[in-house]
């Protein structure tokens, strides 16, 4: 990678950011989480995450990942142990009741990129003016998108539009879903949460991203469009130029 | 006893409820000498400040609403923290409970239950107040066995909010969700008679229509899948009752009853056709199997599978059916089918005058929806006001047939039958779509010229830089490929003049620690400029985070490069915040007293000073704030609970 791009910010209508996000360019490790629960608890669910899975990547260096089964094979148990720990968090003290998170992980090594998620969040590539994303919504409404019940259209202004159906340390099983893509010279990795895509539009992304301004640059400016649009939700973004 | 008392007048009892937001208590109005039931926020929903707005206004509009059958509220407020609802005290059964208990309802128990809260419904529609979550576990019946809406709009509150939890308390209600409410269009009042027909359902049949494994496969039914008429499920339903309980169920809007005082219409009907035809039907007929208990007297119902012909075919089929049939059972043949004559022939004909008099006279006013494409709003809307419609904005779309702001589309379309009261949707046009701007990022000079013409743009202003790219390429343009622009306007773009032999392409720091960066930037002859210590949580400790220029800028050789490192900064002044989590159940009262005592370097101060809290909430968290080293004291009503040490300067607690 060339250049790297992060912002977090909690938005104009929340109290608290429970977004969280990190990044390690050495290991070519990128993550984002986003919160769900009552009080502190979708903070602290977020959080945990991030710093577990930075904690698990640093004592064992992402080696050897070279297809969909072998990414799966090194972030699985992590994630399991994660699930497993906010699930019991959750369980164990009446505050953290409904606490889980979102993730969405994107390693880069070499040519290809490698993505996982659970919930919501997404990663996206961006390629030449064309921005195509990678992972798959685990959420209410893309359900319904998928069984082919409403457009993409009436899922952006759907009432339950928020609702996910996975999450880590929502249920004692953890399947997050695995993707690789292909990169090229001058591709754009984008992982963000719900607060960015539920804002802003898709064209506006692509605008912005076309910009030719420098990663962080980019990560700005999509945080100021969401505000704009709103800023009803925490918003994260991570921009990595390959 | 002090402690129990609620905005000064309410004396909190006991527990009676908890529901997904709210935990709900018996309480005295000290004021007025009532009991009344107060409905407390749980916190989790208190930080929430769109909720706790829409909770609010959502409450406040029903709290207008005055009927017999919805339950009564008579006040929204806040003290402190605590967000609550003052409401009528319903002592006796929700209705979720009894069917659980008791099985399939006797279909005239469910007529009658069903009558009232489609009058309920009625009073609320009429205040554009629309309901969107009814369903049995909102319907409470009294002992004396009335039945009572509740939960107004609180739907609305939660649907609107971002509040999203992964396990999901909202999606409880998918069972009685409406077609449009699963797919998230337009909700109206039809949506709660969609709903109110499979509480019918469920009350005729114990079952709800549609289940299965997840909300979304449910979801997925109420859209696509017909239901099983409850006349298959349980014997000696009327077929009026099933075909109100079909109507109200359509799939989509139109087909259903327009309103509720239309469905209240039916159910008065039901029993009234039954009245008559069902006695003479059933004379004299036994039958095993239909269970439940009767009110009118001896006559069982008849599992008939002919009945729909009494009334939508005609005599003959009937007439044939009854020679064929059991004669023993009909032994009152020839009488029935003289009566069954006269029926099938006024029948219409008093539906056709119930229509005249709803439709002339009393009731709404039906007409042709005008055509209003090409109108400006102002110009809908006065002609609108004119025919008693209700105008609403709804997309603002292109269009090249139409100016910018004149009415592109409307729903319902021109010539739809309407009634007066209704509501009209106008898409605006925002004018011709425009030319979509090239992309010409990383095209030679001469190839952006060629695009740009060809797409009708116009070369505007070219400027040149150094940059980390061959020369003679664009670096960046504006307006940016994919945006809209009239075609004929300028664009400007930068091109690159490459990188000379005195200047240097930033490298990556971000990630880096300190020696790695000094080293990647003495390799390409720059320098490591100032060095910040600072708080990170997206960088891992020790590594750079931030960077003075950007990776891949083109600089002058030589240049220092500022850089931001990831860290806890050595401040003598640092002064953290630290959560603390107060637990409320060793609380001795039920609303107690909370005061949160500092004693730091810079003396002693109070984070809370008796504040009202409710041990039923389990607890809450404090934000602590202070200097240097101290204690903190935890205070429930005049009593220390609990003593912690505090460290601001490092955030510890212990």
């Not at chain 1, 990414?71 to 992590?78: D, E, I, S, T, V």
């Not at chain 2, 929806?369 to 109108?375: K, L």
């Not at chain 2, 060809?454 to 960046?476: I, M, T």
């Not at chain 2, 401040?571 to 603390?580: E, F, G, T, V």
Request: glycine letters at 10%; proline letters at 4%.
């Amino acid at each position: 990678m060339i250049q790297i791009g992060f912002k977090s910010d909690k938005g104009l209508k929340r109290g608290n950011n429970e977004d969280a996000c990190f990044v390690m360019p050495k290991e070519g490790v990128f993550i984002i989480a986003d919160g769900v629960g009552g009080g502190a608890s979708g903070e602290i669910a977020s959080r945990t995450t991030v710093s577990m899975i930075a904690e698990y990547v640093r004592s064992n260096p992402p080696l050897g990942i070279t297809d969909v089964a072998t990414a799966k094979a090194y972030f699985l148990p992590c994630l399991q142990e994660i699930n497993d720990k906010i699930f019991e968090m959750a369980e164990k003290y009446v505050e953290n009741q409904g606490m889980a998170t979102t993730v969405v992980i994107g390693h880069v090594n070499g040519k290809r990129g490698y993505f996982a998620n659970i919930g919501d969040s997404r990663a996206y590539v961006f390629r030449k003016g064309r921005l195509r994303q990678i992972t798959e919504d685990h959420s209410y409404v893309n359900d319904l998108v998928r069984t082919g019940v409403i457009s993409e259209e009436d899922a952006q202004t759907h009432a339950k539009k928020n609702m996910i159906t996975k999450a880590l340390g929502g249920d004692p099983v953890c399947e997050p879903d695995f993707y690789q893509a292909n990169l090229e010279n001058g591709d754009v990795i984008l992982l963000c949460t719900d607060g960015l895509y539920g804002e802003v539009e898709e064209e506006a992304m692509i605008s912005i991203m076309s910009s030719g301004e420098s990663m962080t640059q980019v990560c700005h400016e999509l945080v100021k469009k969401a505000n704009q649009r709103g800023g009803h939700d925490n918003i994260t973004v991570i921009c990595i130029k390959v | 006893m002090s402690s129990r008392i609620l905005a000064g007048r309410y004396e909190l009892l006991e527990r009676i409820g908890d529901g997904g937001m709210a935990v709900v208590y018996k309480a005295r109005c000290r004021l007025l000498n009532r009991y009344v039931a107060i409905k407390i926020l749980k916190p989790e929903f208190i930080k929430d400040l769109k909720f706790i707005d829409n909770f609010k206004r959502e409450s406040q509009a029903a709290a207008s609403l005055s009927h017999p059958n919805i339950v009564n509220i008579f006040d929204v407020g806040k003290e402190g923290n605590i967000h609550y609802i003052v409401m009528e005290l319903v002592e006796g059964q929700v209705l979720s409970e009894l069917i659980k208990n008791k099985g399939p309802m006797e279909w005239r128990q469910a007529v009658e239950i069903m009558k009232q809260m489609a009058s309920a419904l009625s009073l609320a529609h009429k205040n554009h107040i629309i309901h969107r979550d009814v369903k049995p576990q909102n319907i409470l019946i009294t002992e004396d066995g009335v039945p009572k809406l509740a939960d107004f709009g609180i739907a609305k509150a939660v649907n609107a909010s971002t509040l999203v939890g992964a396990t999901g308390t909202v999606m409880g209600s998918v069972h009685y969700f409406s077609p449009e409410q699963a797919r998230g269009g337009y909700v109206d009042e039809k949506s709660d008679i969609y709903s109110l027909g499979i509480v019918l359902y469920e009350l005729l049949t114990g079952r709800v229509p549609f289940d299965g494994e997840n909300p979304v496969n449910v979801a997925l039914m109420h859209i696509n899948e017909e239901m099983t008429p409850p006349s298959q499920l349980v014997n000696g339903i009327p077929p009026q009752l099933e075909q109100v309980v079909m109507k109200a169920t359509k799939k989509y809007q139109t087909e259903r009853y327009s309103n509720a005082d239309e469905m209240l219409e039916a159910l008065e009907n039901v029993e009234h056709i039954h009245s008559i035809l069902g006695k003479l039907i059933y004379t004299g007929t036994r039958q095993e199997g239909a269970g439940s208990p009767d009110m009118g007297g001896q006559d069982h119902f008849l599992e008939n599978p002919g009945e729909e012909n009494h009334k939508k075919g005609g005599m003959k089929s009937d007439k044939a059916k009854d020679t064929g049939g059991n004669q023993k059972k009909r032994w009152t043949q020839s009488k029935t089918v003289a009566i069954l004559l006269a029926l099938i022939i006024a029948l219409p004909l008093s539906f056709g005058i119930y229509q005249l008099i709803s439709n002339g006279g009393v009731g709404a006013k039906e007409f042709e929806m005008p055509d209003y494409t090409g109108m400006l709003l102002e110009e809908v809307e006065a002609m609108a006001g004119e025919s008693g419609l209700q105008v609403e904005t709804g997309d603002i779309v292109y269009s090249d047939e139409h100016e910018e702001g004149r009415v592109v589309s409307q729903t319902p379309a021109p010539t739809t039958k309407v009634k007066e009261g209704g509501t009209v949707t106008v898409n605006l046009s925002r004018g011709s779509r425009e030319g979509t701007v090239p992309n010409i990022i990383s095209k030679t000079y001469q190839d952006a010229v060629f695009f740009l013409e060809k797409y009708g743009y116009k070369v505007g202003s070219v400027s040149y830089e150094n940059a980390n790219q061959p020369e003679g390429l664009v670096l960046r343009q504006s307006p940016t490929g994919g945006e809209e622009a009239a075609p004929g306007s300028f664009v400007n773009f930068v091109v690159s003049l490459g990188v000379s032999e005195s200047q240097a392409i930033v490298p990556l720091l971000v990630g880096m620690t300190e020696l790695d960066a000094t080293e990647a930037l003495q390799a390409v002859n720059l320098t490591l400029g100032d060095v910040t210590i600072e708080k990170n949580d997206t960088v891992a400790e020790g590594l750079i985070f931030w960077q003075s220029q950007g990776a891949d800028t083109v600089v002058q050789g030589g240049t220092s490069i500022n850089v931001k490192i990831s860290g806890v900064p050595e401040d003598p002044n640092a002064s953290y915040s630290i959560p603390l989590y107060v637990d409320f159940t060793q609380a001795s009262n039920e609303v107690f007293y909370l005061t949160i005592v500092i004693s730091d370097e810079s003396g002693t101060h109070n984070v809370l000073s008796n504040a009202q809290r409710a041990k039923s909430d389990g607890g809450g968290t404090v934000t602590l704030s202070g200097v240097g080293e101290g204690t903190v004291a935890v205070i429930f009503d005049t009593t220390e609970v609990a003593r912690y040490q505090v460290n601001f300067r490092t955030g510890e607690l212990f």
